[in-house]
């Protein structure tokens, strides 16, 4: 509950305000300040104001719950309180320990003085959001720091030390301690030259003085245009800046204003905030009782060191954590080891590690070929072979030895988590971890819940996983979990196209151009073709696929397995990763359409994302229906996180939303109906369905 307090510090109010835990300028706290700053301008007894945040921090800025809601605007506003201190006739001081950001920081712009605490950060991060600092920050910090400053300030969206900007108007005081007493000592002497007969400073008197405005503003613009493409709000802030440098700061504030709604109202933002509210949302877990205590891990055990293992590894000796790492041969363990230490010395290397730290966390690996050497630690993952065989051996093995409380992870990427815990007597302790590759890059961790495992160590996965600075996202069980799952749809209707007639360069070109990092063959390449087409043997067994994947096969029959081969859908120059357009490759699709008796289709870019997309959202709504994910910005989460999905768009289902579930829909209709489509295919699950019908959306309700 925001709360803002008034008390006299002889003849100053100290207005304090506190709205655990960041001070955020929801409605009620600006409601207060407003009333405090017309309490302390009708006091006569009152000389001056200095305004600070009770609970050791003065403000993260605006908050961001009210985003698109009528709180956001209903009065006061930022804008009005704002104002209020412009008109005041009474110094005020904003004294800062802890952030101001955003809105915080507007706020302090707007009073008479700023004292700071050395410790304190400030920052503009409306940018991360998509967004410009809308409450006159694009006008203020100009003219506090200098044009330059400023606009490193809100393009990066940094939290920076108030140090930095210690001899610039942004502060009259910068001290080591006593922050309060400093800002009072402030207000008393302004309010003294105020008496005699000084005016009051304020921020919207000073101009911006910057003689190569237009150069710095140009330079800006192009390195923005290259460094953030698709990303509307940093030409934005330029534009604001320069508009109002050349003109008024009401005229720049207006702009500023106009400027601020575009984005607000555009896609990317909206993308961006959804990015911001499904990074929360994923760690909570339905069923999941209020206050389950995580088991305590202090040590770990991973078995397998190849290329899974190893980057597991990685992650918990940079949390400092212990770990054993158990692999069948001498060798493989010699390697996985060596592969880690590597790892670290490419660190060095870039200088983003020093020696003594790379011993440091290699002092805190112990390879092992010993299965007892893993009874003492409190998780051990295992990741080795994926066949159910090798799993059940090292299961049942793990079982005999692990000590009581210990939990047993899985990282495989198919397999049943459920099945696997049928290994052991003890199927609540299991969970499936699945990293993604590289494991100690990729932020990605889909959690994996089984039928028995038990809510305290869901709750330590999820709570080990932030250690590691990991994205969990919690998965039911189900074949591919949420990501692979969906993948598998995406990848079926990008062969589905080149069967029709598209070429393998056409389909990543056309979805690189929508923002992919990469397209599914040169993806392909990259992991290894011969991974799915592993899987899909299995899969043709099991009789869970029934189309055959007659070129991908095909392509591994002739060896083309991907870079590691020098040859995939792609040919590869011996040392050179750059994907060439293949002979072979095209020489094969012909082969095979003429074999199936298809006349090649053109296919154009929409239709080319339309389908791969759309295929991923089909897929995503039967997940969400069936429970395995808990809500659809978890499905974004994945693909933002794990898959390359560009950031811009939101994610898969945010994407849907932004085109509306009926335009997904119909469009779905309209690929049923091509020559040679798999109608089947492209029956709209039955969410998707409903959501067309209702007018709903993934994310915004309705489902
Ligand atoms: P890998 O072949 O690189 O490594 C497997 C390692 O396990 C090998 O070093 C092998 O010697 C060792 N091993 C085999 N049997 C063992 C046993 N009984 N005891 C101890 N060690 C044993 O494979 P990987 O790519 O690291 O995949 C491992 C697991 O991770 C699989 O379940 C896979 O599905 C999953 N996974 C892989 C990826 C990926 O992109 N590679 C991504 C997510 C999950």
Redesign the pocket.
């Known amino acids: 509950m925001a709360t803002v307090d008034y008390s006299l510090r002889g003849k100053i109010a100290v207005v304090a305000f506190q709205a655990p835990p960041v001070n955020s300028l929801g409605h009620a706290m600006r409601a207060g300040l407003v009333a405090a700053l017309d309490r302390a301008a009708a006091d006569t007894a009152v000389d001056g104001v200095v305004i600070i945040g009770a609970n050791g921090t003065f403000s993260a800025g605006a908050d961001i719950r009210e985003f698109g809601t009528p709180a956001m605007i209903r009065g006061p506003s930022l804008w009005t309180l704002n104002n209020t201190l412009d008109a005041m006739p009474k110094p005020v001081v904003a004294a800062i320990e802890g952030v101001a950001l955003g809105g915080g920081l507007e706020l302090a712009m707007s009073c008479n003085h700023r004292v700071a605490l050395a410790t304190a950060k400030v920052g503009l991060p409306e940018v991360k959001l998509g967004l410009l600092p809308g409450a006159g920050g694009t006008q203020r910090l100009p003219r506090l720091v200098g044009v330059e400053n400023a606009l490193n300030v809100m393009l990066s969206g940094e939290p920076l030390s108030v140090q930095l900007f210690a001899k610039s108007p942004l502060f009259d005081r910068v001290v080591d301690s006593d922050l309060l007493g400093a800002a009072v000592a402030v207000a008393e002497a302004s309010a003294a030259a105020l008496r005699e007969g000084k005016k009051l400073p304020r921020t919207r008197d000073l101009k911006v003085r910057e003689p190569d405005l237009d150069g710095i503003c140009q330079f800006a613009r192009n390195t923005a245009k290259t460094a953030f493409k698709d990303y509307p709000a940093p030409l934005a802030i330029i534009d604001a800046v320069h508009f109002g440098a050349t003109r008024s700061i009401d005229a720049g504030f207006a702009e500023e204003g106009r400027l601020f709604k575009q984005l607000m109202d555009g896609d990317v933002s909206k993308a961006m905030r959804h990015l911001f509210f499904a990074e929360r949302a994923a760690s909570r877990v339905a069923g999941l009782p209020e206050g389950t205590a995580p088991r305590d891990v202090k040590a770990v055990g991973v078995?397998?060191?190849?290329?899974?293992?190893t980057g597991i590894a990685i992650n918990f000796l940079n949390a400092g954590i212990p770990v054993r790492l158990?692999?069948?041969?001498q060798e493989?363990l010699d390697k996985?080891a060596a592969r880690i230490r590597q790892t670290y010395e490419g660190q060095v290397k870039k200088g983003k590690l020093d020696a003594a730290k790379l011993e440091a966390r290699m002092g805190l690996l112990t390879p092992t070929l010993s299965y007892a050497d893993l009874g003492a630690v409190d998780l051990v993952i295992e990741?080795?072979?994926?066949d159910m065989g090798?799993k059940e051996?090292?299961f049942r093995q793990l079982d005999a030895v692990a000590k009581p409380g210990a939990i047993l992870a899985t990282?495989?990427?198919?397999l049943d988590v459920d099945h696997i815990a049928g290994f052991t007597a003890r199927p609540a302790d299991v969970i499936g971890l699945?990293?993604?590759?590289p494991a100690n890059v990729m932020r990605l961790l889909e959690v994996v819940r089984g039928a028995k495992t038990a809510p305290d160590v869901l709750a330590t996965a999820m709570a080990l996983a932030k250690k590691i600075r990991k994205t969990a996202v919690v998965s039911g069980v189900c074949d591919g979990f949420i990501g692979n799952r969906m993948i598998n749809q995406y990848s079926a209707q990008a062969l589905q196209m080149l069967d029709e007639g598209a070429s393998v360069e056409q389909v990543d070109g056309a979805i690189e151009k929508f923002g992919f990092a990469m397209g599914p063959f040169r993806m392909s390449d990259l992991?290894g073709n011969d991974i799915g087409w592993h899987i899909r043997k299995r899969q043709y067994a099991e009789g869970k696929l029934t189309r055959k994947a007659v070129v991908a096969d095909r392509l591994c029959e002739l060896g083309r397995f991907g870079q590691k081969t020098g040859a995939g859908w792609y040919d590869y120059r011996p040392g050179d990763r750059n994907a060439q357009p293949s002979k072979v490759v095209a020489d094969l699709l012909d082969t095979v359409r003429k074999e199936a008796g298809v006349t090649p289709r053109r296919i154009d870019d929409a239709e080319i994302v339309d389908r791969l997309v759309f295929s991923l959202v089909n897929e995503g709504a039967r997940i969400l229906e069936e429970g395995i994910a808990q809500r659809a910005s978890d499905i974004d989460l994945v693909y933002l996180t794990g898959y390359g999905f560009p950031m811009y768009r939101g994610g898969p289902m945010q994407y849907a939303d932004s085109r509306t579930i009926y335009e997904v829909a119909r469009r779905m209709q309209v690929f049923a109906a091509l020559p040679g489509a798999d109608s089947a295919f492209w029956t709209p699950a039955p969410l998707v369905a409903r959501l067309a019908a209702e007018g709903g959306s993934f994310n915004g309700g309705g489902a």
């Open positions: 078995i397998g060191a190849g290329t899974m293992g158990l692999e069948v041969g493989a996985g990741a080795v072979f994926e090798v051996k090292v990282n495989t990427s198919t699945h990293f993604f590759s992991a």
